[in-house]
Nanobody, 126 residues
């Protein structure tokens, strides 16, 4: 079992920045591929960014490329999502997720991840 706890969400004006954190416990963090997803009201959960268990690969949704950056600190069992240049359309609940399969690629579908956090709200005002 893996427990994931997100933090760092909040209300920010357009153009501002936030850094989300996701702390993991219950399994060796360095063996987990990690992903960030988001879900806006009335919309499906969508992939935002991911990082492989080895940290050798990262991936981003086209809508956030150049603005968001994912990183991980295995010593702290934490994955981060630095979000810059926030836009009102980035408003959503953000979830982190863990993939224990140690694949070299980054899954884009929510169903590929076995463990999920409770989510943290990000609201961007115009």
């Amino acid at each position: 079992q893996v427990q994931l706890v997100e933090s760092g969400g909040g209300l920010v004006q357009a153009g501002g920045s936030l850094r989300l954190s996701c702390a993991a416990s219950g399994r060796t963090f360095s063996s987990l591929g990690m992903g960030w997803f988001r879900q806006a009201p009335g919309k499906e959960r969508e992939f935002v960014s991911g990082i492989t268990w080895s940290a050798g690969n990262t991936d981003y949704a086209d809508s956030v490329k150049g603005r968001f950056a994912i990183s991980r600190n295995n010593a702290k069992s934490t994955v981060y999502l630095q979000m810059n240049g926030l836009k009102p359309e980035d408003t959503a609940v953000y979830y982190c997720a863990a993939d224990p399969t140690r694949l070299p690629n980054i899954p884009l579908r929510p169903t590929s991840y076995d463990y999920w956090g409770q989510g943290t709200q990000v609201t961007v005002s115009s």
